[in-house]
């Protein structure tokens, strides 16, 4: 199906576990995002690609590292989960101008 | 700095009453500004983007409209199935790649 997929849809890890989120889009859009999504903070910029192995900061990257060996892959990764990472994740994807399409979001909860 | 702010935070309507989302922005350059849809546990469905001032864009009972500082996002004789969180967002000129800030949101209930 044509669209933009993340998985998984919940996920609960323990503090100082690793977790990878996946996104994978289906039109071949050269950018990608990734955001996370706080009560009272709205959506805040963790990383972004403009094209295959090309990534760079957001707003909030600490502790998030991302690759993305090939255009519809961009998965985020957690190295060391802490309990102030537990957030609702959105992945987008996007040709400049165009407005975003975004993902139906991973709710990732660090006990 | 480059900042999105929306009002009200929530906004209650009954059905048919039309009303106005506020979204003012400060941002060194305006690419463009965009409007998104938001319901409870799904991602942002994007609604318009407005490029320059004066320029305004409709779909059904919704019409977008900006100024120099600021965009509203009016809503027409609203239905419950119009109750969702709006998002505003800008995309900046000195933003890498297409980037977008976004506001907080309001939250609009239609009740019947």
């Known amino acids: 199906d044509a669209g933009i997929t993340q998985s998984p849809r919940y996920k609960i890890t323990e503090t100082g576990r690793q977790v990878t989120l996946m996104c994978h889009q289906t039109?071949?859009?050269?950018?990608m995002f990734w955001y996370r999504q706080d009560l009272g903070h709205g959506l805040r910029l963790i990383y972004y690609s403009a094209a295959a192995d090309i990534t760079d900061k957001g707003e909030v990257p600490d502790g998030y590292v991302v690759s993305r060996s090939k255009t519809e892959n961009f998965p985020l990764t957690l190295e060391s989960a802490t309990r102030s990472q537990t957030s609702v994740y959105f992945c987008a994807s996007s040709e400049d101008r165009l407005g975003y399409t975004f993902g139906s979001g991973t709710r990732l909860t660090v006990v | 700095e480059d900042q999105v702010t929306q009002s009200p935070e929530a906004l209650r309507l009954q059905e048919g009453e039309s009303s106005s989302l506020n979204c003012s922005y400060t941002v060194s350059g305006l690419r463009g500004l965009f409007w998104y849809r938001q319901d409870p546990g799904k991602g942002p469905e994007f609604l318009f983007t407005l490029y320059s001032a004066g320029e305004e864009k409709e779909k059904e009972r919704l019409k977008a409209t900006l100024t120099k500082k600021e965009s509203f996002l009016h809503i027409t004789a609203p239905k419950p199935e119009d109750s969702a969180t709006y998002l505003c967002a800008v995309q900046a000129a000195n933003q890498a790649g297409t980037a977008l800030i976004f506001g907080k949101g309001t939250t609009l209930s239609v009740s019947s």
């Open positions: 039109w071949s859009h050269s950018y």
